[in-house]
């Protein structure tokens, strides 16, 4: 039979497109790039009655960092924004690992970061490595704004945080601490326009001598319901050089963590070989990149 109609509507302020949202509760949709959005009204995932286009809303076409803020990402910044952006490259490479490997080209031009995230799907590339970078969701609605950390913002395969009418508006990542490094990898069995079997983010800091891991962070994609932050990573790492037994008591913390299911991309028990792997991987470029990083304000 194939969809219903529905209205499609482009409001260029965030209060109408609230409003647009928040009538008839539940049968509106926003639309950001539509690389998950369309694919799901084909398979009538939804019955909706309007797709509310957010792209116009300079809220959320926002792209700016602030040596001291941070970076502002607007929750439909496409992808591709993102890795042509020299203060991104410079400072968020962990960012740029995610989006860069998202789809492929094509789909980077459309596919967002926020639809990424309000999407919450288990294999999302890019909500792990916002969350070690302690990134915040930025969140309006017919009630008013409020924050929710990344880590905390997807709570269930394809559940969110946000309550009916409500509008991802942007994503806040703090400044890069002075010598600190994120990375995110995933294992794909193929190179591009692939879902993560499993996936893996750092986020390290080191100390003033430039090798002491003084805070550590990490987070695995596509082996649980949700992003995983991964528990007791601290005690693994903390206070060491990341030398080979620290990274394996760091994998082994990963493989722990790890809730994987089996499905036609793999078992549960390679995916939690997987998360050990890439989380040892991850965590080496994280340090390295920490190693070179530079003070933030520079
Ligand atoms: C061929 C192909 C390859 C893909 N490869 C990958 C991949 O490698 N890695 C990966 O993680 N994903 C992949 N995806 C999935 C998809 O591209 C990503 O999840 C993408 O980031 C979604 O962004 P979007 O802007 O297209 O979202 P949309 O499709 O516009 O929206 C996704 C969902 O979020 C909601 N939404 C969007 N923006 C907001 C907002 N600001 N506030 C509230 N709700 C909102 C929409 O209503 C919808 O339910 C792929 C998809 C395709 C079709």
Redesign the pocket.
Known sequence: MGPMPFAYLRPTSLPEAIALLAQDGGRA????????????LRAERYQLDRVVD?KAIPE?AELRYDPVDGLTLG??VPCYRIYEDPAILAHYPGLVDAVS???GVA?QG???????L??A?P????TPVLAVMGAICMISGPLGSRTVAVAEFCTAPGQTS?DNGE??VSIQVPAPAPNSGAAYLRFTPRRE????VAGAAAWVALADDQRTIAEARLALAAVGPTMILVDHLSEALVGTDGGEAALEAAARRARDSARPITDMRGSASQRRHLAGVLAKRVLQVAIERARQAFPPND
């Open positions: 949709r926003p639309l950001a790039g539509g690389t998950d959005l369309l694919v799901q957010i959320l929750a439909a490997i998202l789809g789909i459309r596919a967002t970061v926020g639809g990424n309000c999407n799907s294999s999302a590339d890019v946000l509008l991802l326009m692939d879902i993560a």
